[in-house]
């Protein structure tokens, strides 16, 4: 079946500094990907829509300048959290659409600013 | 507008009891409705789906859905609870035709499995 590939599963950063999560379709073609942040015992949260060859759309109060997107090829989609700080400390799941009505997921990034 | 209610954060079953995960949603269109599994610090996997057709869904790990119109509602079930079901389920609804397909997901269930 269609699969995902994220990585890292996690990281942990120095607050200040920069993180970039991969997500890889390794079966299929992805045009579209999306990314989720998941805050404890909640829900996911919708971040950003990613288009590849375009940019991406972000979700009403998600600072695109702070979690960068990047979807260059139809295999790959990347976040790339900038100057992060502990409060970005979440778990991240990116996903891809497959086909009309399916969506598969990725294992998730756990990350951990200190 | 579409949205995913997900009556009870928590359900705590013994082991080999019936499996009752509620979920209701509303949409605008016929909806398409979804049920997740995630297991700690994992994706999402997908259990079943309701597109069209039957309305009694079945999907992987003996579980099953029926989508009810008229009550709003896409309960999850399972006869008989294993351990290895412990985890979180999510409820997810996209709209349609003429709707974003993005899914909505409710806030999750956290199934507790006593032996």
């Known amino acids: 079946g269609a699969v995902v590939s994220q990585h890292p599963s996690r990281v942990i950063c120095k607050s200040g500094t920069s993180v970039k999560i991969e997500c890889r379709s390794l079966?299929?073609?992805?045009?579209?990907m999306f990314w989720y942040r998941q805050f404890p015992k909640k829900s996911l949260m919708l971040m950003a829509t990613?288009?590849?060859?375009?940019?991406?759309?972000?979700e009403q109060g998600v600072e695109k300048d702070k979690f960068l997107i990047n979807h260059a090829s139809l295999t790959l989609s990347t976040l790339t959290v900038t100057s992060a700080h502990p409060e970005d400390s979440s778990f991240y799941i990116c996903?891809?659409?497959?086909?009309?009505?399916?969506?598969?997921f990725g294992s998730g990034t756990r990350l951990t600013v200190v | 507008a579409q949205s995913v209610t997900q009556l009870g954060s928590h359900v705590s079953v013994s082991e080999g009891a019936l499996v009752l995960l509620r979920c209701n949603y509303s949409s605008s269109v016929p909806p398409y409705l979804f049920w997740y599994v995630q297991y700690p610090n994992q994706g999402l996997q997908l259990l079943l789906k309701?597109?069209?057709?039957?309305?009694l869904v079945k999907g992987i790990n003996g579980f099953e859905a029926e989508f009810k119109k008229s009550e709003t509602s896409f309960h999850l079930t399972k006869p008989s609870a294993h351990m290895s079901d412990a985890a979180e389920y999510f409820c997810a609804v996209s709209e349609g035709a003429g709707g974003s397909y993005i899914p909505t997901f409710g806030r999750g269930t956290s199934l507790i499995v006593h032996p």
């Open positions: 309701y597109t069209t057709g039957a309305t």
């Open positions: 990613s288009n590849e060859g375009s940019k991406a759309t972000y």
């Open positions: 996903s891809a659409r497959m086909g009309f009505y399916g969506y598969t």
């Open positions: 079966d299929f073609q992805a045009t579209t």
